[in-house]
């Protein structure tokens, strides 16, 4: 608040601008409401597009074929439009990542709060950080180069035939071969564009997420319950378990929600490592085609502006949505619902 000096019959008063201060304070506040509207006008302009785009292609489309084919080759001749091939896809690499992003993060983030010393939290803590700090082009690349061929080659060893004695020849998946017995495992094969090198290295990517989001969830728990617990006899592990997490759940499905709608929309690292094959099923060892890996591969430039295949990016990205508008939805509503509160 700006000031003026004045003097009266020789003395010195200090009295507050008042219009100033009014003047700075609509000028701020005008600026937030542009910051606000620019914000709510992208959203809505990006969700009116979705919506008229979308709208155009099923009027070529029947929706019940959108959700009933089970292919999709819309790129093809004989163009089928099967969504919920590129929403498995989808699924299967988001799933795996989950598996890989929970367990890592959630220890990570229990380590970082109950665990580690002060010291080690202000180090750990930004070095797990960086790691979102790592361009998804380059998590792509690793898993494309170094994750596939390192699981080929383990895989391969897995399938390698192991000699066994004759009197075990009751056991399965045995060959007989003269004089010996031969224990062959018929483990699948890896190919080298396939979902579970993508989902690994895609639950590497947002283990920080987790881990960081879930730690301060668990870190802002009071002391005072965990010292009640102390108090009643609890060990380290029983307060952990029965009262901190409990305590934190809130924030940690919030993270763990936030982190899929991360690996539902993730791009490059699918793109690279995943394949551009449009795969019903649940086989993780065969290339895949996501959801934004398609949009990427019409995206190109190849496609003419207006045509029907040009119009399934909008379908795709208007599916892509919803899923991530519904996740968002549920955690919102799940933080308000079991949020603790504590005065």
Known sequence: MSVEMSSENGSSLWQANYKRAKRLENIIKFL??????????????????????TIEFFKEVP?????????????????????????SATLRTSGIAILVAVPLGLLSAIFLSEFASLRVRKVLKPLLEILAGIPSVVFGYFALL?????????????????MIPPWLDFLPFTNYYEPDYFLEIPFPYLQGFNALSAGLVLGISITPLVASLSEDAIYSVPQDLRAGAYALGATQ???????VIPAALSGIVASVILAISRAVGETMIVTLAAGQNPHLGLNPFVPVMTMTAYIVQVSLGDT?????????????????????LVLNIFSFWFVRRFRERYE
Do not use: H, N
């Open 237 to 243: 592990r029983e307060t952990i378990l029965a009262v």
């Open 63 to 87: 929706f019940w074929r959108f959700l009933t084919d089970t292919r999709w080759t819309p790129l093809f001749q004989s163009k089928q439009f099967g969504i919920f091939v590129l929403i």
């Open 304 to 324: 003419a502006v207006g045509t029907l295949p040009y119009k399934t990016i909008f379908a795709v990205g208007m599916t892509l949505f919803l899923i991530t």
């Open 146 to 162: 170094t994750v596939t061929p390192v699981l080929q080659a383990f895989f391969d060893f897995i399938r390698t035939p192991v």
């Open 32 to 53: 937030c409401g542009i910051c606000a509207i620019i914000s709510i006008a992208t959203t809505a302009g990006i969700i009116g597009t979705l919506i008229f785009e």
